[in-house]
């Protein structure tokens, strides 16, 4: 029993951690998380005090419990049973592939990161690259929506700055959960969106065991009044224009509603424009093909080397305009109760045209919509007139336009310059040509306002 033994110092080593790895989980690991648990609340009582839509609890739960209470959810259970029938697999087999699941799309919100890094990070880019305006800024219409309803935004999607955009626009009022696309899921990025309240969804999937797990994180996410970001059109608009909704997401929040429940679901139309795109030329390429839209390292360290070039050269201006524009909230109550039906695609066609109506009329999608209209070409003196009425004809009907308050002059003089030195137009004396090869980009700017009411459109042709 007191015997030497020897081992060779591998073995030992090995001892040596593993002993070390199990006194840490029972004995020092607890204490830790518990630290770290503490601190979190504190931030989180202190960031409430000043939030117009506190953090709820339920983006607060040990990840763990959540993917718990999603995995032992009777429909899931079913779910599960039938997915084990189906592949002829056992049903702790099927188990572990639901459990796989739930952990791919459960994220694991930290207040910290979101506030502390995400929201700081954000307002910085936003306002590196763009004149960053909220249209309608005046109303405080987050804090005008009833603090029991779950709130969840409905946004057009035009870039991936899109996130950005929205995340630094709304921090002083809440935090929000957004659903991402598989483009994401790479690392850095994963953990990165895990830690700030997004979860991943796979938009192509037919899985039913999957669809049923994501169906039910929406649906206890948004029991529990979680605020969320959502982008019905499932992926970045490669035409500009608003494309036809799907109906993933909102069909399992509507197939979770209770409409004579406590908690009410209100969704709040968010329109984006941009006078410049980051990613239009790679969009509009994508446009002449059947593939998703992939997102690329080796393009983000090309761009990333370009724009530091500019930036320490002092080549580089800013984007234009990057505008948010807020519509008016629509419950889901009330649309049951009015409409008589819950039937997703006509809520999803009522949400998207709340959205288009909402979406900002900015300079550069104005010049391209009348030059594109032109055939390419104007005289400089009929686009500042088509410009100039347009302009006031929507400000008449209340449609969502942004413009400096010295008048239509100077951002249209600033647009025109802005599409001057990218090379997408030349001015010739009173003319004004759209250079070869760049008539599609004009396109896909002018179809970001596609959406006026034809009633604006026939008023500046009638003046």
Known sequence: MFNTVELPI????????LAAVT??????FPSVRWFFRRRAERVVARLNTRLTRPIQPFKLAQRHDMIQSILYDPDVIRAVNEYADEKGVPDNVAFETAERYAREIVPAFSAS???GIGTRLARWLARAFYRVRVVNQDRNIIGEIDPDATVVAIMNHRSNMDYVLVTYLVAGDTSLSYAVGEWASRWPLRPIIKAMGGYFIRRKSLN??????????VQLATKEGVTQAVFPEGGLSRTGALQKPKLGILSYIIDGFDSDGPRDVVFLP??????RVLEDRTLIAAADTSKRFRFRWITVFRYMRRHLWQRVTGQFHRLGFAAVSFGEPVSLKAFVSEKGTSDPEQLADYLMHEVGCAVPILPVPLIARHLVAQGGEASLQ????????EVQSAEHDASEVHLPVDGPAK?????????EVRGVIKMDKDKVHVTDGFLPLMEYYAASISH???RIIDKVSAT
């Not at 591998?10 to 951690?17: D, F, Q, S």
């Not at 968010?270 to 006078?275: E, P, Q, R």
């Not at 009929?382 to 009425?389: I, V």
């Open 208 to 217: 039913p065991l999957y669809r049923k797990v994501l169906a039910r994180y």
């Open 411 to 419: 951002p249209m003089h600033d647009a025109l310059r802005m599409l």
């Open 382 to 389: 009929a686009l500042r007139a088509d410009f100039t009425h």
């Open 23 to 28: 006194a840490a989980s029972h004995l020092l």
């Open 113 to 115: 990161v979101y506030y």
């Open 270 to 275: 968010v329109g984006l424009n941009y006078d």
């Open 10 to 17: 591998w073995a030992l080593v090995l001892i040596c951690l």
């Open 452 to 454: 006026v009411p034809a």
